[in-house]
């Protein structure tokens, strides 16, 4: 770890092409800077990003990455973390990506407590695929696909990972920069799993959750004097419906993570001898 990184260190010499004022851009800037702010730099980090809008930021991002398989992403950031603990892991989805075909991963992610980072942003829309319901749409959110809205509740992730045994739960605005990062940054420090959902505009096909809405209706915890270590007023904030909220909510001062718990402190990832014997013919074989 240095204190010589600066956030620009994060950034790779490939252009965004996400659409202008998308909000992955403050969502990246502010993982970028929460890195650079604990210490870590490219050549210890890594990035695992699903698909999606969110799934090219490890492209965009200077660091080791891997751009996985629709929903996927947690278990190879879990694979990631046991095989080499001295790596700063963080896992980037969407709200797609990660509650929808990837909600089982998530679970299990959040019930392990591996000692990574999660960090979903959440546009409540498929956007990629051009405007479809997500998991999160509300539920008379109207699109070419639900014309009269899902017509089912969305998913709360925040009670999902609290009911999951979740150690840290949060939530930020992308456009918030200094906010956001610091929620970031807190859930990097934090020892186990480290979950931020992150309320991310998406301009082209969502225009009801939009960067007006959030500014008008977002509440800060911090202005509220809540305890994020006070289980009960988390669980009543997370289970909240009529307002949408941005901080640490939930943060577990006793949490153990699970390559504490069961001692896997070594790298794996190092094979001084080399691939075991008949390794590459089961590669070839098989690939």
């Known amino acids: 770890m240095s204190s010589d990184i600066r956030f620009t260190d994060f950034k790779s010499d490939k252009q965004p092409t996400w659409c202008p004022g998308c909000g992955d851009f403050g969502t990246m800037n502010g993982m970028m800077k929460a890195l650079a702010n604990t210490g870590n730099d490219p050549d210890n980090t890594f990035v695992v990003a699903g698909i999606g809008c969110s799934g090219k930021i490890g492209t965009y991002m200077h660091s080791y990455a891997l751009h996985g398989v629709h929903g996927r992403a947690l278990p190879v950031g879990t694979g990631v973390k046991l ?100 929620i970031v940054q807190q859930a990097i420090e934090h020892d186990g799993f480290g979950f931020v959902n992150v309320f991310s505009p ?22 509220e004097d809540h305890d994020p270590s006070d289980y009960d007023a988390a669980k009543n904030k997370i289970l909240d419906a009529d307002k949408e909220y941005q901080g640490v909510i939930w943060q577990d001062d006793e949490s153990v993570p699970y390559d504490q718990k069961h001692d896997l402190d070594s790298n794996m990832s190092e094979i001084d001898d080399g691939a075991p014997e008949g390794a590459m013919d089961l590669v070839r074989e098989f690939y």
């Open 202 to 223: 998406c301009v082209t096909f969502n225009d009801v959750d939009t960067y007006d809405y959030f500014r008008d209706n977002l509440v800060d915890v911090a202005d």
């Open 83 to 182: 095989a080499n603990p001295d790596l700063e892991v963080m896992v980037a989805g969407g709200d797609g990506d990660g509650y929808s075909i990837g909600a089982g991963h998530f679970v299990h992610a959040v019930r392990r407590n591996v000692d990574m980072t999660y960090v979903v942003m959440d546009n409540r829309i498929y956007g990629l695929t051009k405007g479809q319901a997500s998991p999160t749409s509300r539920e008379d959110f109207e699109t070419s696909t639900t014309p009269e809205g899902p017509q089912q509740p969305p998913v709360n992730p925040l009670a999902l990972a609290l009911a999951a045994g979740g150690t840290f739960i949060a939530q930020s605005f992308s456009t918030d920069a200094q906010r956001h990062a610091e």
